[in-house]
């Protein structure tokens, strides 16, 4: 059973530019969350999506950034017009649907991340 | 609003000895879990340890326990025998039993020496 797969490991932009970030969840499950972890920091909470539904992004900056997690395929997050400040790893995590709404119940298995650097 | 503090930015330990992580945190709910993850220098997060909130007993993960004081709203991890793999960057984590974000600490550095 392969863990959360997040692809590009790294990924190198200029000023301007746009950043895909995709993350495959674990089979099976339903939920993805993106966290940013900037460097020397701990990880802050972007976005809660389930398949074809955002759930929560109040974590989210409100503009340049958007994510999605279509019905078919992995989830992306999308960053537009990058700047220096955008520079992280940013990591997806997964969890399976909870009977009940208990979602917290279950753990978030974590990717690698990806490292993004922009010149 | 969530708040977690890890007051260590960094520790070290003598392999084979043991060594305890601090953690407190502030909420206002009453039902809730917390965690402790593990972020090595390949930046992968993996997962120690859970804790849920109603429950008394405190969690055990082989060389991996906790302990939790809700009261004091306090949650460390005590790592006994100490091993050279167990370097790396550990975060506390919480999240509310009605929510789904995790809210994360600064992290403690801990690097275990031979």
């Known amino acids: 059973n392969a863990g959360v797969m997040q692809n590009p490991r790294h990924l190198v932009r200029r000023r301007g530019q746009e950043a895909r970030l995709r993350c495959s969840p674990m089979k099976g499950h339903s939920h993805v969350y993106w966290y940013r972890q900037l460097p020397e920091e701990g990880l802050k909470f972007m976005v809660y999506?389930?398949?074809?539904?955002?759930?929560?992004e109040s974590g989210m900056p409100k503009e340049r950034f958007s994510a999605e997690f279509p019905k078919e395929g992995p989830s992306i997050l999308r960053i537009q017009q990058v700047v220096r400040g955008d520079s992280a790893a940013y990591f997806c995590?997964?969890?399976?649907?909870?009977?009940?709404?208990?979602?917290?119940?279950?753990?978030?298995?974590f990717g690698a991340g990806t490292r993004l650097s922009v010149l | 609003a969530q708040t977690v503090t890890q007051s260590q930015p960094e520790m070290s330990v003598q392999e084979a000895e043991t060594v305890t992580l601090s953690c407190t945190y502030d909420t206002s709910e009453n039902n809730y879990y917390l965690f402790w993850y593990k972020q090595p220098p390949s930046r992968q997060m993996i997962l120690v340890i859970r804790?849920?909130?109603?429950?008394?007993q405190n969690a055990t993960e082989n060389r991996f326990s906790v302990n939790f004081q809700k009261a004091a709203k306090s949650f460390s991890l005590k790592i006994s025998d100490s091993q050279l793999g167990d370097t790396a960057m550990y975060f506390c984590?919480?999240?509310?039993?009605?929510?789904?974000?995790?809210?994360f600490g600064e992290g403690t550095q801990l690097t275990v020496n031979p």
């Open positions: 804790q849920e909130a109603y429950k008394q």
């Open positions: 995590a997964s969890s399976p649907p909870v009977a009940g709404g208990l979602r917290a119940k279950n753990i978030q298995y």
């Open positions: 999506l389930q398949k074809e539904n955002i759930i929560d």
């Open positions: 984590a919480f999240v509310v039993a009605s929510g789904s974000r995790l809210t």
